[in-house]
């Protein structure tokens, strides 16, 4: 079964550096073809891609996040990390991690991380 | 780049259908046919319905149908039933550069 599950802080202050991990079970990180993307919502929001990285490391960002973003996987952990810098409160969101299948489409979910940006 | 547009609401009564549209541009939803949609429930993650403009992941009811016309995609719920209101998002494939849009999300509601 193939499943995603995000963790990270729950609480985090202004100026603060966002990371979260998204832990992958049922597939490998290195298989062709494979992706993951973080993709956040904030409360009564749209949903809102942020990044995404392939199995063979190619990375992609949001174009208005792009300076303050980092993705990275660790294959052997079964890991994709996401790195957001210079919090802020308008960042509160839940965050998700998906994974890319068939048809370039988010085919699973992870069950997303509420993160609150507040001094 | 903006997101995609899509109407913030639409509504219809049980066993009737709902058509929600989802506009882009030639460089995301026009050029590519990698539209996707999803279903999100309140206080739940999204779910994939609809890929690949008009395709069917196994387990979604054929209830639910995609097309695409220019730069606008539209997702049909024929015979709405309860369990069909939610949130519903499109979103496309938008180049190397942009890689992914969403649309605004509209609320779906079952009269």
């Known amino acids: 079964q193939v499943t995603l599950r995000e963790s990270g802080p729950v609480l985090v202050k202004p100026t603060e550096t966002l990371t979260l991990t998204c832990t992958v079970s049922?597939?490998?990180?290195?298989?062709?073809?494979?992706?993951v993307s973080w993709i956040r919502q904030p409360p009564g929001k749209a949903l809102e891609w942020l990044a995404h990285i392939f199995s063979n490391d190619e990375k992609s960002y949001s174009t208005s996040l792009k300076s303050r973003l980092t993705i990275s996987k660790d294959t052997s952990k079964s890991q994709v990390v996401l790195i957001m810098t210079n919090m802020d409160p308008v960042d509160t969101a839940t965050y998700y991690c998906?994974?890319?299948?068939?048809?370039?489409?988010?085919?699973?979910w992870g069950q997303g991380t509420m993160v609150t940006v507040s001094s | 780049q903006s997101a995609l547009t899509q109407p913030p609401s639409a509504s219809g009564s049980p066993g009737q259908s709902v058509t929600i549209s989802c506009t882009g541009t030639s460089s995301d939803v026009g050029g590519y046919n990698y539209v996707s949609w999803y279903q999100q429930h309140p206080g739940k993650a999204p779910k994939l319905m609809i890929y690949e403009v008009s395709k069917r992941p196994s387990g979604v009811p054929d209830r639910f149908s995609g097309s695409k016309s220019g730069n606008t995609a539209s997702l049909t719920v024929s015979g709405l039933q309860a369990e069909d209101e939610a949130d519903y998002y499109c979103?496309?494939?938008?180049?190397?550069?942009?890689?992914?849009?969403f649309g605004g999300g509209t609320k779906l509601t079952v009269l």
């Open positions: 979103s496309s494939y938008a180049g190397s550069n942009t890689f992914r849009l």
């Open positions: 049922g597939f490998s990180l290195s298989n062709a073809r494979m992706g």
């Open positions: 998906a994974r890319i299948g068939l048809g370039m489409a988010f085919n699973i």
